[in-house]
């Protein structure tokens, strides 16, 4: 049974940073490309970052602040947010997919096999 699960989210001020951990189980971690995305309310789930054997993507709002990190060893995913603003509030979900050929399949939602539950990161003004 896959599992995904998210944590570190919560509520911190605009210039504060969080990270936020996604702990995968039931898979083959290494073999599948990781993302997290996020959702606000009202507006459409988009891509925030992706890694997987190909490399390294971000979303041109977080470049600069947001850091995706994944150990293999651990079946453990990250994302070092820093200087957040309030724009950044929504539900962050970490994903998994297989097979993704191409940077341009990472920041596709439909690429992704599996989905953690989400947590909630709110930004203050």
């Known amino acids: 049974q896959v599992q995904l699960v998210e944590s570190g989210g919560g509520l911190v001020q605009a210039g504060g940073s969080l990270r936020l951990s996604c702990a995968a189980s039931?898979?083959?971690?290494?073999?599948?490309?990781m993302g997290w995305f996020r959702q606000a309310p009202g507006k459409e789930r988009e891509l925030v970052a992706a890694v997987s054997w190909s490399g390294v993507v971000y979303a041109d709002s977080v470049k600069g602040r947001f850091t995706i990190s994944r150990d293999n060893a651990k079946n453990t995913v990250y994302l070092r947010m820093n200087s957040l603003k309030p724009e950044d509030t929504a539900v962050y979900f970490c994903a998994a997919g297989r097979g993704l050929a191409t940077m341009t399949a990472h920041l596709d939602s439909r690429s992704y096999n599996y989905w953690g539950q989400g947590t909630q990161v709110t930004v203050s003004s």
């Open positions: 039931g898979y083959i971690f290494s073999n599948y490309a």
